[in-house]
């Protein structure tokens, strides 16, 4: 099968060349392994850290070496009692057509209840990074007023649902494009804009009014953050997911200036990793079938036909052409 490696270091944004479709080895599987045909691959932002020669919060990818990333799949052979053919399985080798995975480094997909690129979205890690960040990290309650930045994206998309399905008093997104904040409205937001049309600040400010922000939901930093950080009322939190703003940069970020208005309204803002928030995966998986059973949470995919097309589709995602979760399929 054939495999994405990562021909050099990006120098600020990536480009085509940085990355080489190539043929990989003949798979060979060691006991407790199982070989899975990759399905669909997930594109995401944190890859574009792990490109640089530097540590970010994953290993650096190496050079000459495929990509990795989530992937679901079927199993086509196994030299693992826990999986047999035909299974359905969420891992973490993708950027490839065939995986060998440690059968022990695999999530089940169950069948019927999605379908499975929901599985890398809605219901995976996506999905659990919106549940935790806003109900575990930001310790959302009913009444907050909440804003979620890079709200028509894959994450921002499901807190702003969450939020309003749990009894937010007013949930307000913000976009790169009038078509994604038109969709953020259509999702059931009270208020979106696009942050391309005017400064973030007077944009937050028009749409918070005199409730200012209780919760901030951060995918992008900078502007964002200081935006929010002036708007925040006493007490506020900020869960800090991601930002957006500044991975293909070269140069540190000229913003937030104000944190330190983070002691007077006595602001909580944490970091967080989904990989810390593995305890509520089960509590997380069966409100969201709920949820998405009963039309309460929707989601949107934006997905990319075949493995070669990959790299440009990770190019996109950071220049913003996706709405909700960005897919290759296979
Ligand atoms: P998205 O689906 O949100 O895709 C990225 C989006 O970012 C683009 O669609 C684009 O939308 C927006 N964007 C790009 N550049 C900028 C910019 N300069 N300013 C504002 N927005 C920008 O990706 P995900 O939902 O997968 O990830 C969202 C965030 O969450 C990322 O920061 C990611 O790193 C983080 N994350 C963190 C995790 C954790 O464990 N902490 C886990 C998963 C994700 P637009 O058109 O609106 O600009």
């Not at 440690?102 to 979205?121: E, I, K, Q, R």
């Not at 890079?150 to 499901?158: E, L, M, R, T």
């Not at 997104?173 to 994604?180: I, L, P, Q, R, Y």
């Not at 509520?280 to 070669?308: K, N, P």
């Amino acid at each position: 099968g054939r495999e994405i490696r990562l021909a050099s270091r990006p120098q600020g944004r990536p480009v085509p060349e940085n990355f080489r479709l190539a043929e990989a080895g003949v798979p060979v599987l060691e006991e407790g392994q199982i070989l899975v045909r990759n399905e669909f691959i997930s594109v995401d932002p944190y890859m574009r850290g792990r490109m640089n020669d530097s540590k970010s919060y994953s290993a650096p990818f190496r050079l000459d070496e495929a990509l990795d990333g989530g992937a679901v799949g079927e199993v086509i052979a196994s030299r693992s009692d826990a999986h047999k053919p035909g299974d359905v399985v969420v891992h973490q080798r993708g950027w490839r057509e065939y995986a060998v995975v440690d059968a022990a480094a695999t999530t089940p997909v169950p069948s019927g209840l999605a379908p499975h690129s929901a599985f890398l979205g809605a219901l995976g890690m996506t999905g659990l990074t919106a549940y935790a960040g806003l109900l575990k990290v930001a310790e959302f309650k009913a009444g907050d007023v909440v804003f979620v930045s890079g709200a028509a994206g894959a994450v921002g998309s499901i807190v702003g649902q969450i939020a309003k399905a749990m009894g937010a008093a007013k949930v307000i997104g913000s976009a790169g494009t009038a078509e994604k904040v038109e969709r953020l409205l259509e999702l059931g937001f009270d208020a979106a804009f696009n942050y391309r049309d005017a400064p973030v600040l007077e944009q937050l400010a028009a749409a918070a009014g005199e409730g200012g922000i209780d919760v901030y939901f951060d995918n992008v930093g900078g502007e964002h953050l200081e935006a929010a950080l002036a708007l925040m009322n006493t007490g506020g939190r900020v869960a800090m997911c991601g930002a957006i703003a500044q991975y293909n940069s070269t140069e540190p970020p000229a913003a937030p200036r104000n944190l330190a208005v983070a002691i007077g309204k006595q602001l909580t803002l944490r970091g967080f990793l989904v990989g810390g928030q593995r305890q509520h995966a089960a509590e997380f998986a069966g409100r969201m079938a709920g949820w998405l059973a009963d039309g309460t949470v929707r989601y949107d995919e934006t997905i990319v036909a075949g493995l070669e097309n990959a790299p440009q589709a990770f190019i996109d995602l950071l220049d913003g052409a996706n709405t909700g979760k960005m897919l290759v399929r296979i």
